[in-house]
């Protein structure tokens, strides 16, 4: 099998140059090619010697994976579907807004962890995506969105994606052996040159993961509580019975240790009449005293046999108003991606389920 090139973080390139009796600067060299300018073809590397290319090419790609469905909502929100393989296609999903570009990028292919108002987690699991298959995600966003034939490419002072967030389809953090490497890449100066703040990974709370993470690649982080105490956030979010509550806000902190001047947000689905009482809004208060932290309230998007409705309007502000009044820094989410299915929680991509979870759930219609 050729190395898929695009998977390469800086020191795996260099590596695998090394191998070839090729200096670092020349994998470097290359590693722009491909995530600053967009080439997946080594004859364009004009720079680069012909008998170089010449041996890259006989044993290694650049392969992205293949776009099948291509979407785009009134608001401007664009969706892909990306086949990974013969069974599986995951979505990425662009979101303009003003003054930024966020894409959100799937880690797995489905997801084991099985939230209760999620669809991907009703979907089942296949398997973990690779680091060419995640980074593969925003190479085919500026491709699609025109920065690679931009003159200087990605970079050059020219940011339409300005933000990634790992809050697509899976669990990052049960994934980091191909999430460190992608994410490496969106923070190098040679790859997509993001400042390690406007990467997000967000987590439903896998702590191992979480100190992995801060000491190998420590990029902002979200954490999605849904819950101030065990016995609601055990229901929703069933991670929480191995590692509860008490245990996540600890290794918030010892992240924290590794991102100075950083701050955790977290994120809380707004659930009606589940999780959104002002008596449990001030329950929060108690978990906001002992992390730094802002929160992100995110309106519940349904789908079909969810069997959970979004909370009101009026009822999300007020919840925030208790939030703020204690000083906090909260933000709601505006709902975006509507009528193609690329809200938070709605992307199901096409997961071959080998958990046999997505049997005993109606599969979620695909739109793309
Ligand atoms: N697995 C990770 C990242 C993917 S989910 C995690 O759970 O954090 C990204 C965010 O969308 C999480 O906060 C998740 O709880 C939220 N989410 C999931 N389903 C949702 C839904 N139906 N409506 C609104 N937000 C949802
Ligand atoms: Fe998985 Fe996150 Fe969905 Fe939970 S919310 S099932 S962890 S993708």
Partial sequence: MPTNLLGLDSQGIEQLFAGLGEKPFRARQVLKWIHRRGAADFAAMTDIAKDLRAKLAAQAVIEPPAVVGDGTAADGTRKWLLKVDGANAVEAVFIPEDGRGTLCVSSQAGCTLDCEFCSTGKQGFNRNLTAAEIIGQLWIANQALGVHGHPGGVGAGNRVISNVVFMGMGEPMLNLDAVIPAARLMIDENGYGLSRRRVTVSTSGVVPGMDRLAAECPVALAVSLHAPGDALR?????????????????????????????FITFEYVMLDGVNDSDAQAKALLGIAARVRCKFNLIPFNPFPNSGMKRSSAERIRRFAEVLQRAGLTVTTRKTRGEGIDAACGQLAGEVADRTRRARSVPIVEVRA
């Fill in 234 to 262: 055990d229901r929703l979010v069933p991670i929480n019975r191995k590692y509860p509550i008490r245990e996540l806000l600890a290794a918030c902190n010892r992240y924290l240790d590794h991102a100075p001047r950083d």
